[in-house]
């Protein structure tokens, strides 16, 4: 059966081009010119996906969403809450912002294009898919073999990079202390992700801290011949390095704005351009984006955009510190001996151990 949508806007034009776009697609399409007709569809027929226009006359689209939330929840079944995609004014990151929060799957600003909402379309569709897929994957223990950490606080981190390994390539935020193991735990997702259908997937990193100002798009999205000054050759970006894989960006606060900006645009479509290059090109990979920072006061002191923080916060994994996790403290140890031992060409018996307050 194919997935039903409801658009949800006062534009004539829009409701007309969005439903035949969409029919063509292969979609079941209903359309509401207010949130009262929107509410008579729902006790109608749910959707799958709700197409939701932020301003409307009778009322505000994010209030709308955030009253379906609501009753889903008051049903015990916050999954029969139908996908949301919220269409904002150009530019406005606070609507869009309040919109994630609300429980927006994604957002679209206008002018609509077509072709960007069919996009969005099929990726969120694809998210909705992943309940099933996560129960077989627990069920086979997908992934490859790793050794199971014995604190409550890893199993919950290595239980997360399960379950996003079974999801579209969504964005993945990893935070925690430095030291604590982010690009570690990168790396066990993205062999989680790829191992089955390709051991050969790229992973790929990158210390964004690291990088001169005016290098950042260059690596990160390449540039052609000529675009710069010691530009004599093309060269292609991370972004397409890794495609089909996972691209690591460690330190993402330290990324300058005009870089933030980019890459926002880069995460929403996911297209770009090498600098100096008329073609765009399409990637399909999975970005794991890392700090030990507190992002929520790099917000605030402006230096870290919001949306960009809404839209790589998908999937948030908080990695502890070892303090929150002494119990591994001897799988740790002995990892590193037999590590060492074999560099080393030696043979270490082992360690004994106290894990006393």
């Known amino acids: ?205 990158v210390n964004c801290a690291a990088l001169p100002d005016d290098l950042v798009e260059s690596e990160l999205f390449g540039h052609e011949k000529g675009a710069f000054t010691d530009a004599r050759t093309m060269r292609r970006g991370l972004f397409e390095l890794a495609a089909g894989g996972t691209l690591f960006l460690d330190e993402i606060t330290e990324l300058p704005q005009r870089s933030q900006a980019k890459l926002l645009k880069v995460l929403d479509t996911m297209r770009f351009r090498r600098l100096g290059g008329e073609r765009e090109i399409a990637v399909e990979l999975r970005v794991v984006a890392a700090t030990n920072q507190d992002v929520k006061q790099a917000v605030a002191a402006g230096r870290f955009r919001e949306d960009l923080y809404y839209r790589l916060k998908v999937f948030p994994i908080r990695v502890p510190p070892l303090r929150e996790r002494r119990e591994d403290i001897p799988l740790l140890a002995t990892h590193f001996l037999q590590r060492f031992s074999t560099e080393m060409g030696t043979d270490l018996e082992g360690f004994s151990f106290s894990l006393g307050a």
């Open 1 to 205: 059966m194919n997935a039903s949508i409801l658009v949800v806007d006062d534009e004539a034009v829009f409701r007309v081009l969005a439903e035949e776009a969409l029919t063509a697609e292969g979609f079941e399409v209903r359309t509401a010119e207010s949130l009262k007709k929107a509410r008579a569809e729902f006790e109608r027929a749910a959707p799958d996906v709700l197409i939701l226009d932020r301003r409307m006359p009778d009322g505000d689209g994010i209030d709308f969403l955030k009253r379906l939330r609501d009753d889903s929840s008051g049903r015990g079944d916050p999954s029969s809450a139908p996908v949301v995609i919220v269409v904002t004014a150009y530019g406005d990151v606070e609507n869009a912002v309040e919109a994630l929060k609300a429980g927006a799957s994604d957002y679209l600003t206008k002018p609509v294009q077509l072709t960007d909402l069919v996009v969005k379309l099929r990726k969120v569709l694809e998210t909705r898919g992943l309940k099933d897929r996560l129960a077989i994957a627990r069920s086979s223990a997908a992934g490859p073999a790793m050794v199971e950490p014995k604190s409550p606080a890893m199993r919950e981190v290595f239980e997360r990079l399960r379950s996003v390994a079974v999801s579209p390539p969504t964005p993945v935020f990893m935070y925690g202390p430095s030291g604590v193991g982010k690009q570690r735990a990168a790396e066990l997702l993205h062999a989680l992700t790829w191992s089955g259908s390709d051991p050969n997937a790229p992973f790929l990193e």
